[in-house]
Nanobody, 126 residues
């Protein structure tokens, strides 16, 4: 089992950047595929990005490609989400999630992920 805690959210102006961080408990962090999801008010939770256990494969929501970058540091039990050129539409609670999966695979479905953090609020002002 793994516990996840997100940080780095806040208020930023449109066009600005934020870097989210997610730290995981436990010694088996490297055995998890990691993902970021977000949920805006009144909307369903949606996929943002994922990174494989190997760290060499990433996947992004089509609408976010080129603006968001996900990375992981297994030595620190952390994943990061660098968000650039933010729009008001990026305002949401961002969640970190962990899935047990294949070494080179990434997943974009909510049901693929068994473990979730509580989220961190990102607000982009226009």
């Amino acid at each position: 089992q793994v516990q996840l805690v997100e940080s780095g959210g806040g208020l930023v102006q449109a066009g600005g950047s934020l870097r989210l961080s997610c730290v995981a408990s436990g010694r088996t962090f490297s055995s998890y595929t990691m993902g970021w999801f977000r949920q805006a008010p009144g909307k369903e939770r949606e996929f943002v990005a994922a990174i494989s256990r190997s760290g060499g494969s990433t996947r992004y929501a089509d609408s976010l490609k080129g603006r968001f970058t996900m990375s992981r540091d297994d030595a620190k039990n952390r994943v990061y989400l660098q968000m650039n050129s933010l729009y008001a539409e990026d305002t949401a609670v961002y969640f970190c999630a962990a899935a047990q999966g294949e070494y080179y695979s990434t997943y974009y479905g909510l049901r693929d992920y068994a473990y979730w953090g509580r989220g961190t609020q990102v607000t982009v002002s226009s």
